[in-house]
């Protein structure tokens, strides 16, 4: 089993090469605008979580996720070709409602200031 570390960079070499895939190989409109949030990969190198958001917000997120899942096939192969693991771990699409709520605590935060 790798260590954590090692868990770590296979990750963060996974997510820099995902973008790339996505900005320069994949022309689905559905994939526009998005960006990575974080990877994380399991212990076994079986699955990678990949979190993705986009700049609009939930209302996309069905029409991120079925793009991606459409397309996980070639990302999961051109992946395989780019980062030397022994075997490619599957990927699972996440959307990640961290921007969201970052958002959402601003704005109360932000009431609470004009409220003094």
């Not at 409109?29 to 699955?47: G, H, W």
């Not at 700049?55 to 070709?81: C, H, I, P, Q, Y």
């Amino acid at each position: 089993m790798p260590s954590g570390t090692r868990l770590q960079r296979i990750a963060d070499r996974i997510r820099q090469e995902l973008s790339e895939i996505l900005i320069r190989e994949i022309s689905d409109p559905r994939l526009k605008q998005i960006y990575l949030t974080d990877v994380k990969v399991d212990k076994e190198l079986a699955y990678a979580d990949v979190y993705v958001s986009a700049v609009e917000g939930v209302s996309r997120s069905k029409d991120v996720l079925a793009g991606l899942e459409s397309a996980s096939g070639f990302v999961r192969r051109t992946l395989a070709a780019r980062v030397d693991l022994r075997a490619f771990p599957r990927l699972r699409f996440h959307w990640d409602m961290t921007p969201e709520n970052a958002d959402h605590i601003e704005k109360i935060l932000a009431e609470l200031r004009e409220k003094k």
